[in-house]
């Protein structure tokens, strides 16, 4: 089994819907977690950061469920700015990375 | 957060050569990350750099074809050693920041 494992996508929607995807992982003990953001021949930048309480940073909601082991990311009002691949990123002793879910917003 | 300037930006190799990608963080870090990153793939961790200490590295990957060196804590370079095509991929070195981890902007390789 994978470490984190993504919906891969793509997630075509229009601009200003909302759109959700999830990421499990498979460690229990693991303590932090983020979700990046890469654009396509660039590196990867960090969205936000995943707390346990859930947490919110403008059009984007991050929520964990540690019973079920996944994160969760939420776009609202989607841009066309925010086609990208979104990295689930879970940290144990090291950075594990999923696949990626790829958004596309098209106008 | 912490900023990395990495170079080579790009490069095409011949197969059997090697080449020295440099990672330069503008403020001292205990560790430091080297991923690649395949075609379509996500990001894979090769090795962790330890100043004063050898690299610690993952499972699939070992020193003689990844050295890595550590000398200070704002530097760290890695080398791709004895290239074949199969090392055509983007490299990308990494340090913890205040929050998450801050990526260098890779170095993509293309072996010929």
């Known amino acids: 089994r994978k470490e984190v494992e993504q919906d891969p996508g793509p997630f075509n929607v229009p601009e200003g819907a909302t759109v959700a995807f999830n990421c499990t992982y498979s460690?229990?003990?693991?303590?932090?977690f983020f979700w990046y953001r890469q654009d396509c021949r660039k590196e990867p930048k960090l969205l936000m950061s995943?707390?346990?309480s859930g947490n919110e940073d403008g059009r984007f909601t991050a929520q964990l469920n540690r019973a079920s082991q996944y994160i969760s990311l939420l776009i609202r009002d989607s841009k066309l700015s925010d086609s990208a691949t979104y990295l689930c990123?879970?940290?144990?002793?090291?950075?594990?990375f999923g696949a990626g879910t790829t958004v596309t917003v098209r106008a | 957060s912490a900023v990395i300037s990495q170079k080579p930006s790009r490069d095409i190799c011949q197969r059997g050569t090697s080449l020295t990608i440099q990672c330069q963080v503008d403020?001292?870090?205990?560790?430091m990350f080297w991923y690649r990153q395949q075609p379509g793939q996500s990001l894979t961790l090769i090795a962790t750099?330890?100043?004063?200490?050898?690299?610690?590295?993952e499972s699939g990957f070992v020193i003689d074809k990844f050295p890595i060196s550590r000398p200070n804590l704002t530097f760290s370079t890695l080398t791709v050693s004895n290239m074949s095509p199969e090392d055509s991929s983007i490299y990308l070195c990494?340090?913890?920041?205040?929050?998450?981890?801050?990526f260098g902007s890779g170095t993509r390789l293309t072996v010929v």
């Open positions: 990494s340090a913890p920041g205040e929050i998450g981890y801050t």
């Open positions: 460690n229990s003990a693991s303590q932090s």
């Open positions: 995943v707390y346990s």
């Open positions: 990123v879970v940290l144990d002793y090291k950075l594990s």
């Open positions: 403020s001292q870090v205990t560790m």
């Open positions: 750099a330890n100043q004063g200490s050898e690299a610690t590295y």
